[in-house]
């Protein structure tokens, strides 16, 4: 008899939308990820490789954004999530040792909050915490040379790598840049909203032609839910994040642990 041939596979029909890569919940250590913001909270849950296992949750951050409110608006958004073994936490501002030094968007109570300890109760699981903007840079960088993330929202973050080694807590977005003005007061959301879009994006492009014959990046990633409206063509080194980074990177804070296979 004549050999059948293999039945044709069937060719899946690719997304509408770009999803980000999952895994599947089989396999340890998991981690949730939480990105702390000016006008929203995020979370999202990662496999031992990295990818996310769920989507990612948001709710808008408090007001006023006190550790407490902010700590009950996590806590109720934690538990839309599944398991997890560790947490990697994204905050606006200088963090020292999981404690936060700074919070220039949220709310003076924040200083020298031990943020790590207080999410280390909440959940029983080790936590570590980094600038959100470095957190950022990790979901991002190759690694090589000197690379710089911006991110542009209710405020603006910076962070340094130097062959993928984090400067920590670089707050570019406090120094002079415009006579009174620091580079916050002229790209923030506020700015955003009182000059508006068109006039915003001029300054964006001012801010990093201020930049690169500063730093001299090899590149510079922009993130950061402002980083959208940006209406000039980039430099050759630049380039616009997803702004799911920002979670995404919170698995480089574990690098040295090892993966249970």
């Known amino acids: 008899m004549p050999k ?9 029909v690719p997304s509408p939308r770009k999803k980000t890569p999952r895994e599947t919940r089989a396999t340890t250590p998991r981690t949730l990820a939480i990105d702390i913001g000016g006008s929203g909270l995020k979370a999202l849950v990662l496999g031992p490789q990295g990818k996310a296992l769920d989507e990612r949750q948001r709710v808008k951050t408090p007001r006023p954004a006190t550790p407490k409110a902010v700590l009950a608006a ?10 997890f073994e560790r947490v990697s936490v994204g905050f606006p501002g200088v963090v020292d040792d999981g404690v936060t030094r700074t919070a220039p968007n949220l709310h003076p109570d924040w200083a020298d909050f031990d943020l ?3 999410l280390h109760k909440m959940t029983n699981r080790p936590v570590r915490v980094l600038n959100d903007a470095g957190v950022q840079g990790f979901g991002v960088i190759e ?15 910076c962070a340094l790598y130097v062959d993928g080694k984090y400067v920590p807590n670089l707050e570019l977005a406090h120094h002079p840049f ?11 959301q506020a700015a955003l909203e009182r000059v508006g879009k068109k006039k915003w994006s001029k300054h964006v492009h001012k801010v990093l032609e201020q930049i ?9 990633y922009l993130g950061g839910g402002n980083a959208r409206l940006i209406d000039f063509e980039l430099p050759k080194n630049v380039t616009v994040t997803d702004n799911v980074a920002g979670l995404l990177g919170g698995f480089a804070l574990w690098k040295d642990e090892a993966v249970d296979e």
């Open 74 to 83: 996590l806590h109720a958004l934690i538990k839309t999530l599944g398991d």
């Open 212 to 220: 690169q014959p500063i730093w001299n990046p090899r590149r510079i």
């Open 143 to 157: 690694g090589k040379g000197v690379e710089m993330v911006l991110t542009l929202g209710t405020g603006m973050g």
């Open 178 to 188: 415009h006579g009174k003005k620091t580079y916050e007061d002229y790209v923030g």
């Open 116 to 118: 790590g300890a207080e």
């Open 4 to 12: 059948q041939a293999a039945p044709k596979q069937a060719v899946p």
